[in-house]
């Protein structure tokens, strides 16, 4: 039996339509709240501002977004006016990062010698953990 040009174009029509059906799977990396796939955008009402889905999260296409107190520019987020608690409902007056927990215990960044030998004008009581002396390092 043979197939016309037009039969063998739907033939193959199908035949994708059939293997996106059956995998089951997305074809892209998505995000979550909203779900999107990758390249997606949307409108997000709450800050004014376009983003669009990177694979796995959201990211605003302004330069700068402020959020309340919150304001991330690039790969930086911080917080200007006070201090931060996690596992607190209050911050410590005298503290700028206060963290409460009697099941876990604070984590460090953790690297060689190297590494922290490496970090190019250190600020001063900068911390990080060296895994070649297993000591903190300040």
């Known amino acids: 039996m043979f197939f016309g040009r037009n039969h063998i174009h739907r033939l193959m029509i199908i035949a994708l339509a ?6 089951g799977k997305d074809a ?4 979550a709240n909203p779900t999107g ?7 997000n009402t709450d800050f004014a501002v376009v983003q669009f889905c990177n694979g796995t999260s959201w ?9 309340s107190q919150w304001t991330s520019t690039g790969n ?3 917080y200007n006016p006070g201090g931060v608690a996690v596992g607190a409902t209050s911050v410590n007056a ?19 010698t190297a590494q922290v030998g ?3 004008s250190p600020a001063e009581g900068l911390v990080a953990y060296d895994t070649d002396t297993h000591q903190l390092k300040i």
């Open 59 to 67: 990211v605003s296409t302004a330069g700068s977004v402020t959020t």
């Open 76 to 78: 930086d987020i911080y």
């Open 118 to 120: 490496a970090i190019a």
């Open 18 to 23: 059939l293997m996106v059906i059956i995998s």
């Open 94 to 112: 005298s503290a700028i990062l206060d963290l409460n927990s009697t099941t876990k215990g604070f984590l460090p960044p953790r690297m060689t």
């Open 37 to 43: 796939n990758a390249g997606a955008m949307v409108y």
């Open 28 to 31: 892209y990396a998505a995000c």
